[in-house]
T-cell receptor, first 116, second 116 residues
Framework: AAGVIQSPRHLIKEKRETATLKCYPIPRHDTVYWYQQGPGQDPQFLISFYEKMQSDKGSIPDRFSAQQFSDYHSELNMSSLELGDSALYFC???????????????FGPGTRLLVL | AQKITQTQPGMFVQEKEAVTLDCTYDTSDQSYGLFWYKQPSSGEMIFLIYQGSYDEQNATEGRYSLNFQKARKSANLVISASQLGDSAMYFCAMRELNTGFQKLVFGTGTRLLVSP
């Protein structure tokens, strides 16, 4: 079965640089979510999109922005990178509502970002 | 605010034995979903099992079952017949379904080590 695709899988950036992470949800999934997982920590919700509109917002820094495109893929743009942004960034997707399991979020493999 | 508590930082189990990973939650929402995810050392986040707050029966998925005790607000994961490949970090997570928020809130995780 098709899974969530994230690119790149690994990324190394310098402080103050920008980064763009991409996410391709499971086919026919209409909602994407972004999470940040710092070393040794649990994932923290950043932002989500449903049908290309922002649907929920968590602890996303103002330096970060995201959007969902007409083909449902999503991009997380990160500017003025800081050392503390080094983390594993997950994208997840879920399918349209109705019935048990609609709420399940399926995660991609993650993008490991290292800021030097 | 919703909260997930996993009190076991680490658990050890011998191969072929069963193990229970504890999870308690706190929410004022009457409708919510509880999830367990597995995170191997490679980093991906793998969905294991889902329990809805109105589900009358405990969820089961192969060797995974969820011991759901609503009055006690606990949702423990039971892994039967442990295998070496079960060694990983396990996260309990919750999503409130009536608030309009879509985020998953995770516990701090339990690291399971399966020994031969």
């Amino acid at each position: 079965a098709a899974g969530v695709i994230q690119s790149p899988r690994h990324l190394i950036k310098e402080k103050r640089e920008t980064a763009t992470l991409k996410c391709y949800p499971i086919p026919r999934h209409d909602t994407v979510y972004w999470y940040q997982q710092g070393p040794g920590q649990d994932p923290q919700f950043l932002i989500s999109f449903y049908e290309k509109m922002q649907s929920d917002k968590g602890s996303i820094p103002d330096r970060f922005s995201a959007q969902q495109f007409s083909d449902y893929h999503s991009e997380l743009n990160m500017s003025s990178l800081e050392l503390g942004d080094s983390a594993l960034y997950f994208c997840a997707s879920s399918r349209p509502g109705g019935g048990p399991g609609q709420e399940t979020q399926y995660f991609g493999p993650g993008t490991r970002l290292l800021v030097l | 605010a919703q909260k997930i508590t996993q009190t076991q930082p680490g658990m050890f189990v011998q191969e072929k034995e069963a193990v229970t990973l504890d999870c308690t939650y706190d929410t004022s929402d009457q409708s919510y979903g509880l999830f367990w995810y597995k995170q191997p050392s490679s980093g991906e986040m793998i969905f294991l099992i889902y329990q809805g707050s109105y589900d009358e029966q405990n969820a089961t998925e192969g060797r995974y079952s969820l011991n759901f005790q609503k009055a006690r607000k606990s949702a423990n994961l039971v892994i039967s017949a442990s295998q070496l490949g079960d060694s990983a970090m396990y996260f309990c997570a919750m999503r409130e379904l009536n608030t309009g928020f879509q985020k998953l809130v995770f516990g701090t995780g339990t690291r399971l080590l399966v020994s031969p």
